[in-house]
């Protein structure tokens, strides 16, 4: 049975809309704590097939697949340019067209902010 944090990144990929990608680590700020950005590839890792979770949307900060190609890039890059993400010829996806981010906040102030101190009455 997975934990509240593993229930809310969950959430939180599923709602990454078609076309759009989200980093590790906004991810993790979105769910909760900024700082598991590396649980958050965890939870990709262990869940993603048996949660239908669309794990290809989420990437590394800088715009970057993170995975080896022969280890899940390739399928990975395949499957987000099925949904018209395109990359440059360095292979990086411009996250200002690209990226994904509801709140509008960029990532490096949600890495400042007490998220429990936000959401208390």
Same mark, same amino acid.
């Given at each position: 049975m997975p934990n509240e944090f593993t229930?809310?990144?969950r959430d939180v990929i599923r709602s990454i809309p078609r076309g759009k990608v989200a980093s590790y680590g906004q991810v993790a700020a979105s769910a909760g704590d900024s700082r598991q950005a590396r649980q958050v590839a965890w939870i990709l890792h262990s869940s993603s097939e048996k949660a239908g979770?669309?794990?290809h949307r989420?990437?590394?900060s800088? /715009?970057?697949i993170s995975l080896v190609p022969s $280890?899940?890039?390739r399928e990975?890059?395949?499957l987000l340019e099925s949904e018209g993400v395109r990359f440059d010829r360095s292979g990086t996806i411009d996250l200002g067209k690209y990226g994904w981010n509801p709140? /509008?906040?960029k990532i490096s102030v949600?890495? $400042?902010l007490d998220l429990d101190k936000l959401t208390e009455d």
């Open positions: 229930r809310r990144v979770l669309p794990w989420v990437v590394g800088r /715009g970057k $280890r899940g890039g990975q890059r395949r709140a /509008g906040i949600l890495a $400042r």
